[in-house]
Each structure stands twice: as structure tokens, then as C-alpha cells.
């Protein structure tokens, strides 16, 4: 087993000095003054302990994930040995899945109920990144092909762990944007505020980790223009952590409740977020609700897949 660092351990430092950064910058530069929306202290403290709770669930559900993944890594005949010329090939690699695990995490309703909990907040600001779910367990299927591949398990949750770090700093409005060629090619705080925003043009864009060129090869990129607002379309006003990891299980427990027959019980855990029934519908076909987003659109396409703009997120 290849022994690599545990990036999240090493980084820990570094994300307690740049939180404490960030306050003293909004003590000298209050968000009125700029209109960021700065820092609230149970919006933080919610941030935190959803945090420090992710990490418990984290270690329970990483006992069944270790042992599918070493199951698929010994069934496979394929090796990739970690050197220093197949590292940058597998956090290539790990990046272009994570993309797509967080662009299924938007637009599938039972996979955004898990992400919903970091796009809960609010504000935008370091703890913000550490807002982080409790329900993980659906992440691991998409990293099935790079073990299938050959790729360690070991070194997979490396590169994943490094994809997490490296998201940390992109959580700020206090770094405008960066020189263009950095901006066309990296995940950065410009292309992240857009992806928190709750506006219509903005939701369910700039899905990728550590590189952004994944949103412009997919046609899920979309720059920063107006001020983003931050949180759900509709915000669930509670801080309280059980709260804020459950609310949308329990809101798609209620509709599959109320739903009449399979397909619509179906259609309430796998489609969109806002996906209607067409009883419920206001023009009688089975639809996502609300605005669309605008903006650049997938090829061949009429807006993003799914959406989280396609209803107002419902409160618990």
C-alpha cells in the first residue's frame, strides 16, 4: 500500500490561520462596506460543527466504501504504481470524476439531498468550506473507474483529499479575480461564488474542483457578473446542524408520502431537484418549476440538467 501524507491533517493549520485572516480583514473592512456577506456567528458555528461531524460519518461510512473499493482493486488485473510522473495523472484523473460526481450531486434529487447541506449557508466565507455533509456515502460509485483502473485506493482518497484542500481558499470574497490565464484554467474564488450563488443564471454552474477547464469543455461554466446571493432558493432559517443535514431527506420523505403510484415515487428520488408530477404541474406535463437558468447552456441543450433552480428548496 503506497504510504502517503494525510493533506487534510498538514492543512488544518493553514485553514485556522486564513478563517482568522479573513475575521481580522472584516474588522478593519466591514461587509457593508464592500457588500460581501461577510461573517454571522451561529451561520459560522453551524458551519463548524457540520464540519467536525462530517469528519465522524466520514469515518463509519469509509468502513463499507474501503471494502467495495479493495474488493473492485484486487479483482482487477491493472496496476498503476505511484510515482512521481503518476501522481499529477491521477489528481488529473480524480478532478475530472470529482466534476462529475458534484454535477450529479446538483441534479439528482437523492444525491443533492447529501450536497445540499454545503450550499445551506448564507454567507461565503472560509467556514463556509468547512460546511460539509454528513451523508457521504453517495460520492464513492464515481471513483469506481480509477480503481477498476489500477489506481490504489489509497491513492484515490489521496487525490481526494488534496481535490478538498485546494477548495478551501476558493471559499472568500476577500480575492477578486485572478490574471486571465489563471482564471481560464483553475477552480477559483470568482468561478466558486458564481457556483454558491442562488440566482438564476448562476445555479448549478462551475461544478469543478480544482480545475475549471471541465465547465467550459461541458458547457456548465458560467463567469462571475452580477453580485452573487448566497444560499438555497429558498432558505430552510435554522442553524441547527441535525437540521441543516436532514432537511431534504425529509422533505423528499413527505412527497414520497403524497406521491401516487411508482413512477412518480421515482420520479421524487432520480429526477431534479424542483421535478413536478404532471398532476402538480401548472402546465399539466412533468416539468421543474420555476425560472430557468440562463447563460451558456450544454451543447445541444436548452439549460443545465436537473437544476437546483428548478424549485425552491423546501424547509424541513
Request: hydrophobic residues 45%; contains cysteine.
Given at each position: 500500500?503506497?504510504?502517503?501524507?494525510?493533506?487534510?491533517?498538514?492543512?488544518?493549520?493553514?485553514?485556522?490561520?486564513?478563517t482568522a485572516?479573513?475575521?481580522?480583514?472584516?474588522?478593519?473592512?466591514?461587509?457593508e462596506?464592500?457588500?460581501?456577506?461577510?461573517?454571522?456567528?451561529?451561520d459560522?458555528?453551524?458551519?463548524?460543527?457540520?464540519?467536525?461531524?462530517?469528519?465522524?460519518?466520514?469515518?463509519?461510512?469509509?468502513?463499507?466504501?474501503?471494502?467495495?473499493?479493495?474488493?473492485?482493486y484486487?479483482l482487477?488485473?491493472l496496476?498503476?504504481?505511484?510515482?512521481?510522473?503518476?501522481?499529477?495523472?491521477?489528481?488529473?484523473?480524480?478532478d475530472?470524476f470529482?466534476?462529475?460526481?458534484?454535477r450529479?450531486h446538483?441534479?439528482?434529487?437523492?444525491?443533492?439531498a447529501?450536497?445540499?447541506?454545503?450550499h445551506?449557508?448564507?454567507?461565503?466565507?472560509?467556514?463556509?468550506?468547512?460546511?460539509?455533509?454528513?451523508?457521504?456515502?453517495?460520492?464513492?460509485?464515481?471513483?469506481v473507474?480509477?480503481?477498476?483502473l489500477?489506481v490504489h485506493?489509497?491513492a484515490?482518497a489521496?487525490?481526494?483529499?488534496?481535490?478538498?484542500?485546494?477548495?478551501?481558499?476558493?471559499?472568500?470574497?476577500?480575492?477578486?479575480?485572478?490574471?486571465?490565464?489563471?482564471?481560464?484554467?483553475?477552480?477559483?474564488?470568482?468561478?466558486?461564488?458564481?457556483?454558491?450563488?442562488s440566482?438564476?443564471?448562476?445555479?448549478?454552474r462551475n461544478?469543478?474542483?480544482?480545475?475549471i477547464v471541465?465547465?467550459?469543455?461541458?458547457?456548465?461554466f458560467?463567469?462571475?457578473?452580477?453580485?452573487?446571493?448566497?444560499g438555497?432558493?429558498?432558505?430552510?432559517?435554522?442553524?441547527?446542524?441535525?437540521r441543516?443535514?436532514?432537511h431534504?431527506?425529509?422533505?423528499?420523505?413527505?412527497?414520497?408520502?403524497?406521491?401516487?403510484?411508482?413512477?412518480?415515487r421515482?420520479?421524487?428520488v432520480?429526477?431534479?431537484?424542483?421535478?413536478?408530477?404532471?398532476?402538480l404541474?401548472?402546465t399539466?406535463?412533468?416539468?421543474?418549476?420555476?425560472?430557468?437558468p440562463?447563460?451558456d447552456v450544454?451543447?445541444?441543450?436548452?439549460q443545465?440538467?436537473?437544476?437546483?433552480?428548478?424549485?425552491?428548496?423546501?424547509?424541513?
Amino acid at each position: 500500500m503506497p504510504h502517503l501524507p494525510d493533506v487534510v491533517l498538514w492543512s488544518i493549520p493553514a485553514f485556522v490561520l486564513l478563517t482568522a485572516l479573513e475575521l481580522v480583514s472584516y474588522r478593519l473592512h466591514p461587509a457593508e462596506e464592500s457588500g460581501a456577506a461577510g461573517y454571522e456567528a451561529k451561520d459560522a458555528a453551524t458551519s463548524i460543527g457540520m464540519g467536525l461531524g462530517s469528519l465522524a460519518f466520514d469515518a463509519l461510512w469509509k468502513i463499507p466504501i474501503v471494502a467495495v473499493y479493495a474488493a473492485i482493486y484486487e479483482l482487477t488485473p491493472l496496476r498503476v504504481p505511484v510515482l512521481w510522473w503518476t501522481l499529477p495523472l491521477m489528481l488529473l484523473a480524480q478532478d475530472f470524476f470529482y466534476y462529475w460526481s458534484h454535477r450529479g450531486h446538483h441534479v439528482v434529487r437523492i444525491l443533492w439531498a447529501c450536497h445540499v447541506v454545503h450550499h445551506s449557508s448564507r454567507k461565503f466565507n472560509f467556514t463556509t468550506a468547512l460546511r460539509q455533509p454528513w451523508t457521504s456515502l453517495t460520492v464513492w460509485p464515481f471513483y469506481v473507474p480509477m480503481i477498476a483502473l489500477g489506481v490504489h485506493p489509497a491513492a484515490v482518497a489521496f487525490c481526494s483529499s488534496a481535490n478538498l484542500v485546494y477548495q478551501f481558499w476558493v471559499h472568500t470574497e476577500r480575492v477578486g479575480q485572478l490574471p486571465r490565464p489563471f482564471e481560464y484554467v483553475l477552480n477559483t474564488p470568482s468561478h466558486h461564488r458564481v457556483h454558491h450563488a442562488s440566482q438564476g443564471g448562476y445555479l448549478d454552474r462551475n461544478f469543478g474542483g480544482i480545475l475549471i477547464v471541465w465547465d467550459r469543455l461541458f458547457g456548465s461554466f458560467v463567469p462571475e457578473g452580477e453580485r452573487p446571493v448566497y444560499g438555497l432558493t429558498k432558505n430552510i432559517d435554522t442553524y441547527n446542524p441535525l437540521r441543516v443535514a436532514t432537511h431534504e431527506y425529509a422533505a423528499i420523505a413527505r412527497d414520497l408520502r403524497a406521491a401516487r403510484g411508482w413512477r412518480e415515487r421515482a420520479g421524487r428520488v432520480f429526477r431534479g431537484p424542483g421535478w413536478q408530477p404532471a398532476r402538480l404541474s401548472p402546465t399539466g406535463d412533468e416539468a421543474s418549476t420555476g425560472e430557468p437558468p440562463t447563460g451558456d447552456v450544454p451543447p445541444g441543450g436548452t439549460q443545465a440538467p436537473g437544476s437546483r433552480a428548478a424549485a425552491p428548496e423546501r424547509v424541513a
